[in-house]
């Protein structure tokens, strides 16, 4: 089971392929073996399925003609890009970088390269090569430096050329933030589809965050690029060296990069990554468009507690081991009068305090939101006076495992906390 | 004449009024004027300009009245020569880009090339304004790292071939960190200006680190060098025609003002002056530097911060007509609540009767309750002298409740704006300027006193007549040794591009200067922001 609020599958199939007993229907798309039903499928002939979806620059599977049926698969298109946008910022948690850049890549992308395919990981083969990708960098400069189109391309290669077979999808390493908007943008150029799914639920500042390095899969491979064009392949030893040779060479190419850490296969990626995100983000964007109530809109989609509705008071930020660290005070208004929270900053939002009360802590997920929008807003956004409320809601499973926590948990970030549930510390609130 | 003060006009054309006023030797306001604002500008420009000139006619004829005989024996200077400098705050470019009109055609050169080519220029733009500015983009070789070093060469021979197959009035260059990094900008400037005789908008004159955000303002910057050279061109004709020989200035969004040659040069810098002007006019008024401004118009209030007697920055990105862009805008919220404001029995506004006050307000005979009527029932009424109250006259008992309560809803609005805007600074003055400013309650929680200084209707025309002009660096540094010497060569470079603007190199000041570090760098940097300002230059 997944956190609260993690949408289920569509009634119409289960993630493992198996019909649910009460329908009644043995058709299954060719090529992804899933079951089509009469709801979910657009009845066209083959050539007109080909004259639809075939693009000569992309592989044959997005042809996906299985007896004069066409398996409508769910893909992402410029006006998803908005509502993915606002999800991502929402599941970044404070951090993750600004989605803005992300969006216009990613709008361009697909105006030029066409729609990108939104794939499970039940629809690959077991052996198909799964891509993670991230943009590593300094934030200032990641407005200024923005990554070149050939990016990706150089990376793909050069993972063929190790693999011996071409990436079949891509995936996010992290779904908050800038690189959960960014990849939609590479997998369009690449031709290849975007799994549905990452490697944090979240965002995080460090690259052994994520959850194939919790899963106990080896950090052998770091592939890089940079502007320039240079292809810097990495065999770290572990996941702490993958980090620190990783930030070598983002430095030395200008403090911008791209990655590609624990290419995986979909066999190896079951269990190790986290699924359902890029459809979550959706949603969660999805939900406060055109609402009368965004705040409530979104509260409810993402199964999540209110910590506080208040203004905020004060915001405190200082620089320690290369960190910026801080501290942002929130007093309550309306209902919440006379309450007093207290949210402990680094890139993202760790710790929320009342009263020395715990009230949230990382892994879990909070996010500080606009009263009135439900639009997130950055850590580095925060401003005195801002009408904000603070929610907070369970992060993935796998974080909660002991190596989840050793990796994540409130001790891996400076704070000499033991964790404990956000549900548990608010089911009494 | 030389015994005779000097004289100047700053001129603010806002979205209702155009206002005029005539400042005097020690600054006092010697004529004022309000004329409303006409659609093409420029009618009401001359307009407001008449009215204030006339004024200032029986002015100095009331000055001159015993000696007058005597004087004009002499042949005393008529006082169109006693007018030595003309400021002017205009739209003219805000609305050019909002209704795409007079726009020129710009060739978008980026360098920056194989970076940044996964958004190309102009994305994210709407299509109708793209269609009306752009003549064609090139991402080509160019530009530099964060730490200094070349990404590339510029390559000259690609961008002349993208000039050559282009249609373009102007050209805008933007560089990979130019804020730090200006040479190839600078190059390519050469490289068009000796080829191509076309004016070149460059990145690092006029945007800061954000290079999407940048090259937006530096596009729509050359797309305007046509309306500031019909501004220019307007303000200098109305001045010969009435026989000034004064020296025209334009008011720019930091509240300083620029020659008209260096407003050629940066258009885009006009836009916001308004609300800057009258947060200058305001801090001028009052006398205090420090303070909450708060500016009640007939359909929404601004409120803004002076800090040391400028406008304070806003911090986040700045839209013009659906395009992003990062210059350094007047931090400013505006509220829906004005003058004309409209009263309903469950809350008030957000629509506004506007300039159509003078007839749908009930104090002005009309039957449409205002935010106007409201205050004036809780005793608050313009320092005119006219017996206000009375012309309100006798109320149903539903009417007066509801007019109690609007005013109340209105206060609230009012201080939480001033609360938003204080960000917890308590202990400063709260100005209250505009048309509406009597709309203000006496106490505000969060200011310590409200202060409603004389001439506070056209505070925004006294700001823009205030004469100062500024220059600004902002980039990134090194954080070690050559730090200092590093900040010393920007403080200069500041200091000369205010000189430019035209201030008196003898007494330009640097107001403001601010470093944050930056994380995951190479080497520690700090990124800097240098301002300059100081009086107009004779």
Known sequence: MKSPGTPAPPPAWKSDGRVPEDQDTPARCRICIRPVFMGSIVPVAPEAAQRIYRRPHLPDWRIEVACGWLCRQMSIDVSDIPALARGCAVLGTGGGGDVRTGSLAAARAIREYGEVPLVRLADLEEDALIVPLSGIGAPTVSHEMIHSEDEPKRIAEEIERIFGRPPSAVMSSEIGGSNGVAPVAWAAQLGLPLLDADGMGRAFPEVQMVSMYVAGLPADLVVMTDVAGNVVTIRPIDGLWSERLARAVCVAAGSSALMADYVLTAAVARGAVIEGTVTRALEIGRATEGAADPLRALQDRLGAARLIIGKLTDVERRTTGGFVRGTATIEGTGDDRGRILTLELQNENLVAVENGRLLAMVPDLITVVDTETAAAIQTEGLRYGQRVTVLAWPCDPLWRTPKGLETAGPRAFGYELDYVPVEELTAHG | ?538
């Open chain 2, 1 to 538: 004449m030389a015994d005779l003060p000097e004289l100047g006009i700053g001129i603010d054309v806002g979205g209702t009024n155009t206002d005029a006023v005539v400042l005097g030797a020690q600054g006092r306001v010697i004529a004022k004027a309000k004329r409303p604002t006409t659609p093409d500008v420029t009618e009401g420009l001359r307009a407001a300009l008449d009215a204030v000139l006339a004024e200032l006619g029986h002015e100095s004829a009331r000055e001159a009245d015993g000696p007058r005989l005597e004087r004009e024996a002499d042949g005393p200077p008529p006082v169109q020569d006693r007018i030595t400098r003309v400021m002017l705050g205009t739209t003219h470019a805000t609305n050019a880009i909002l209704e795409r009109r007079n726009l020129g055609r710009v060739a978008v050169l980026r360098l920056g090339a194989p970076a940044t080519t996964s958004v190309p220029p102009l994305s994210g733009w709407p299509g109708d304004l793209r269609k009306a500015v752009s003549a064609g983009e090139a991402v080509v070789p160019g530009g530099h790292y964060v730490d200094g070093r070349e990404i590339r060469p510029p390559d000259l021979d690609t961008i002349r071939r993208f000039l050559d197959g282009v249609a373009a009035e102007a050209v805008a260059v933007t560089s990979v960190f130019s804020p730090a990094s200006g040479e190839h900008e600078r190059l390519v400037e050469e490289l068009v200006r000796a080829e191509y005789g076309l004016p070149v908008s460059l990145s690092h004159e006029i945007g800061s680190l954000g290079l999407l955000e940048r090259e937006n303002a530096t596009v729509l910057n050359a797309a305007l060098y046509g309306v500031a050279a019909h501004v220019t061109g307007a303000l200098v004709a109305a001045l010969a025609e009435r026989g000034l020989r004064a020296r025209p200035y334009l008011a720019q969004n930091d509240g300083t003002l620029m020659t008209l040659e260096h407003a050629a040069r940066l258009p885009v810098s006009t836009i916001g002056s308004g609300p800057a002007n009258s947060l200058r006019g305001a801090a001028y008024l009052s006398g205090v530097t420090d303070a909450i401004v708060v500016d009640v118009g007939g359909t929404s209030t601004d409120l803004g911060v002076l800090a040391g007697g400028f406008p304070r920055e806003s911090a986040a990105a700045v839209e013009i007509g659906g395009v992003l862009t990062n210059f350094r805008m007047p931090d400013i919220l505006a509220i829906a609540l004005g003058g004309g404001t409209v009263v309903r029995e469950h809350g008030i506004g957000p629509d506004s009767v506007g300039y159509r006050i003078a007839r749908e307000g009930l104090v002005f005979g009309g039957s449409t309750p205002t935010i106007t009527d409201a205050a004036v029932a809780a005793g608050r009424t313009p320092s005119d002298g006219k017996d206000w109250l009375a012309r309100l006259g006798d109320m149903s008992e539903g009417m007066a409740d509801m007019l109690e309560s609007a005013v109340a809803v209105a206060d609230e609005m009012v201080i939480d704006a001033v609360d938003r805007m204080a960000l917890g600074k308590s202990g400063r003055p709260l100005v209250a300027v505009g048309g509406g400013a009597f709309l203000l309650p006496e106490r505000i929680p969060g200011a310590d006193r409200v202060i409603r200084p004389e001439h506070a209707e056209v505070a925004n025309a006294v700001g823009a007549a205030i004469a100062l002009a500024s220059g600004r660096v902002d980039t990134i540094l090194p954080a070690g040794d050559s730090r200092s010497e590093a900040i010393e060569r920007a403080k200069e470079e500041a200091a000369a591009r205010a000189v430019a603007a035209g201030a008196d190199p003898s007494r330009v000041e640097i107001v403001d200067l601010l470093e944050v570090p930056l994380s995951y760098l190479s080497e520690p940097a700090v990124r800097v922001h240098v301002k300059a300002a100081g009086p107009l230059a004779r």
